[in-house]
């Protein structure tokens, strides 16, 4: 038998060090392993097999199996992309970058520490350069995978589609004060649809507070609903809020 010390369990809650000096006798067979301790008989034991340490699974992996990739964006709803986008690159560790310009490597600078910092922060641009564009459509992608840095990319887009953004939340915010609700459909359904025009407003960052909201919902009720409207302005009189 071999030197070394041997870990084996009995079954039982115990485990024991199997060492050549309280070993007599050792025997492997197909069932098992039985181990004769001084004169004591011999008893069945199981070798303890090594459990291999768990690997961690690259963040980057983690992120995008996790269903954090945003879809491919194409030049509408630039907002919610954009917010899509800060977390996934937020998760991996990257969303500096799209703030930070290109640090400056002069000509005399010979210092290999500083030459390390430059490729390692150009490496990790690139990197987050690199998932923005595989974010965009393939028509996108043509129009900008020439940008040098992930911060040129960023400031371009947002050029280009807050713009865009500004028209769309002046056509939600017309939806939303023309909303009128009409007795041929179902309530809720109309209910929701306000709720949906009034978070499009929202996400724009132009936050419509609960008491319009509820003043909005209860004037543009439908006819039907006429008495119930009367009611709830009339309560409103009676109990005014407090602000």
């Keep these: ?80 992309w954009q917010q899509k986008m800060c977390i996934l690159l937020t998760m991996l560790n990257l969303n500096k970058y799209v703030k930070e310009d290109a640090p400056v490597l002069s000509p005399e600078n010979k210092d290999p520490l500083y030459l390390a910092s430059v490729n390692t922060w150009s490496h990790a641009d690139f990197l987050c350069k690199s998932y923005i564009l595989s974010c965009l459509t393939d028509p996108l992608y043509v129009v900008y995978n020439k940008v ?30 023309d909303f009128k609700m009409v007795d041929s459909k179902p309530i809720m359904e109309q209910v929701e649809a306000l709720q949906f025009l009034k978070n499009e407003i929202d996400s724009a960052g132009m936050l419509i507070s609960e008491s319009l909201m509820v003043n909005h919902l209860i004037e543009n009720l439908p006819t039907s609903w006429l008495d119930f409207k009367n009611y709830l302005f009339h309560k409103k009189m009676l109990f005014p809020s407090k602000t």
């Design 148 to 177: 040098k840095t992930s911060k040129d990319l960023w400031d371009a887009l947002e050029k280009k589609y807050k713009v865009s953004d500004a028209g769309l939340l002046k056509y939600a915010m017309a939806n939303f004060f």
């Design 1 to 80: 038998m071999a030197s070394e010390d041997l870990n084996v369990s009995t079954g039982a809650d115990v485990c024991v060090v199997v060492t050549e000096a309280n070993v007599a006798e050792t025997t492997i067979n197909g069932t098992g392993t039985e181990i004769q301790f001084c004169t004591l008989p011999p008893v069945k034991v199981a070798v303890l097999e090594p459990i291999p340490a768990a690997v961690p699974e690259p963040m980057t992996t983690c992120a995008i199996s996790a269903g954090w990739m945003p879809e491919k964006f194409d030049g509408n709803g630039f907002k919610a």
